[in-house]
């Protein structure tokens, strides 16, 4: 699954959190449809994923969201040992160990020597001409070297977080979680100068039928000035966004047919690439996947981003398709910048490109519904439907529901001071009709009965247990919003056969010769 947007240009630093990923709106933009829209399947129906302060956060503070612990684990070899939740107070204790034996150790020491200077003549104040306090510091630098640094198991995540001998000066009177967080900021000058602001642009539905949601410009931007910093991964061989036909007997075994792909996966339409190249370059930041097609109304174009101001390694440039394969770090980065005045509330375009605008006009062209697109109804459609009333299974026996959608059940319905308790702490998700955390915590029911109460409808419903029996049970009085409809597994506009798939195109003019390793027809 990919995600862009604040959560995937955020960093990780399990210690230090401060912001929490939200579930994304799943809204399908009003008219769109299989049946009558050749722009159906080509953009993503989620948007709006929000992000929540997890506590209080100071101005120039850098914003870290969880990636989980296993994301670090799991990359031990390719990133070495970085701290995970934890760590830093366990390094912490590590450090004020090491500080009590230093103190033993200097006590004890100063005891010896008061007694042996007692027979010195006053006029010496040190053993050996080298002072006290220099000594202990010289031991306390071999101990660490030898036994912390230098220890048999400096590979693991709480060693990786242990503080160097440059904090240790500030650690006499702070913990280390507070010394690092003390350093996780940017001065308001640093960020003026350096930082590109990516609150330029909201999200709105697109003045162009079939482009879905598009990008709106929140103030007025003049020409020349950098609307959004575009963060970049690089994918080496566009071949991994193929998706593959499976038989039943394949996808027990998880094996595929490589030599019959049967289109790509919807993220390449948000992937930039180039006619002579198997690289495509796939945009993470906010905004940017919102920004449509329009060749006689583009506003905005493409620059390779300045190192100054983003992580752009512009020796990258340089790179064949084969060395980048090597380089394992987001090191890419562009910008979109104003080709002309900008006002408040005008939609951003980008021209993608000649390849494109010909690949979507024969689209359009040869287009034709799927069979069933006349009747078919989507499940974001029925959950919208608020006056509805839920068919039996007696019902549906003559009116059956579309076989796309399926009957679920919230769980969090089966304890209500359970629900209670999660909606109060959650108001933003539940204030979001058919969104992901409802599909998360449900599970497909069947109803027997329907009763109509004075001022609410209830239902008797059945539903399978936790256990691996195949049984069932059955509930009773289950309110309507308990119930909602979910969409089957690749039933949805994004998995039809006939969706456009294209990606952007990269001007020649800024596409670097080295990466051109395909030749065109």
């Known amino acids: 699954m990919a995600s862009p947007g604040f959560g995937a240009a955020a960093n990780s630093f399990m210690d230090f959190l401060n912001a929490e990923e939200l579930y994304p709106v799943y809204r399908i933009p009003h008219g769109i449809h299989r049946r009558s829209d050749p722009g159906a399947g080509a953009f993503t129906y989620y948007h709006s994923r929000a992000t929540k302060a997890s506590g209080n956060i100071t101005s120039g503070e850098e914003l870290f969201v969880s990636y989980g612990n296993h994301w670090f684990t799991h990359r031990k070899e390719k990133l070495g040992p970085i701290p995970i939740e934890g760590d830093h107070e366990l390094a912490d204790a590590i450090f004020r160990k090491y500080r009590e034996i230093l103190g033993e150790i200097e006590n004890k020491t100063s005891c010896k020597e008061s007694k042996q200077q007692s027979k010195l003549p006053s006029t010496e104040t040190s053993i050996g001409n080298v002072p006290l306090p220099s000594r202990i510091a010289e031991l306390g630098n071999d101990l660490w070297d030898t036994f912390v640094q230098g220890s048999p198991w400096d590979d693991s995540p709480t060693m990786a977080a242990l503080p160097t001998k440059e904090d240790f000066d500030e650690m006499k009177t702070q913990s280390l979680l507070k010394v690092k967080k003390s ?37 007025r931007l003049r020409q020349g000035a950098i609307v959004l910093p575009i963060p970049l991964i690089h994918i080496p061989d566009r071949k991994v966004l193929n998706m593959y036909a499976l038989t039943t007997e394949q996808r027990k075994s998880y094996k595929r047919d490589v030599e019959q792909p049967t289109r790509p996966q919807l993220l390449l339409n948000y992937c930039m690439g180039h006619r002579d190249s198997t ?33 752009h390694n512009p020796d990258l440039l340089n790179m064949t398709i084969t060395e980048l394969k090597d380089v394992r770090s987001s090191q890419l980065a562009m910008e979109l910048v104003a080709i002309r005045d900008i006002e408040p509330g005008e939609e951003i375009f980008l021209d993608y490109g000649d390849d494109w605008e010909a690949a979507w006009q024969k689209h359009v062209k040869e287009w034709r519904p799927v069979e069933g697109a006349d009747t078919y109804v989507s499940a974001f459609e029925m959950n919208q439907k608020v006056d509805h009333v839920f068919r039996t299974e007696f019902e549906q026996m003559k009116n059956p529901y579309p076989p796309n959608l399926l009957l679920k059940f919230h769980q969090y319905f089966l304890n209500d001071e359970e629900r209670e308790a999660w909606i109060k ?39 399978p247990n936790n256990d691996e029996d195949g049984e069932w049970s059955m509930l009773e009085d289950v309110p309507q919003e308990a119930l909602f409809f979910q969409d089957r597994p690749y039933s949805t506009d994004m998995f039809l056969e006939n969706a456009f798939r294209h990606d952007l195109r990269i001007p020649d003019a800024i596409f670097p010769q080295k990466w051109k390793n395909v030749i065109s027809e």
């Open 425 to 463: 702490e959650n108001p933003y998700f539940v204030a979001k009709p058919m969104t992901t955390w409802m599909e998360s915590k449900s599970v497909e029911c069947e109803i027997l009965r329907r009763e109509q109460t004075e001022n609410r409808t209830l239902y008797a419903i059945m539903i």
């Open 279 to 311: 690289l495509l370059l796939s945009p993470y930041g906010p905004v940017f996947n919102l920004i449509n097609h329009n060749q006689t109304l583009a506003n905005v174009k493409l620059q390779w981003a300045s190192p100054l101001r983003s992580q």
């Open 183 to 219: 350093r996780l900021f940017r001065d308001s000058g640093w960020l003026q100068e350096n930082g590109v602001c990516a609150d330029t642009m909201h999200i709105g539905e697109s003045t162009m039928r079939q482009a879905g949601h598009g990008a709106f410009a929140s103030r």
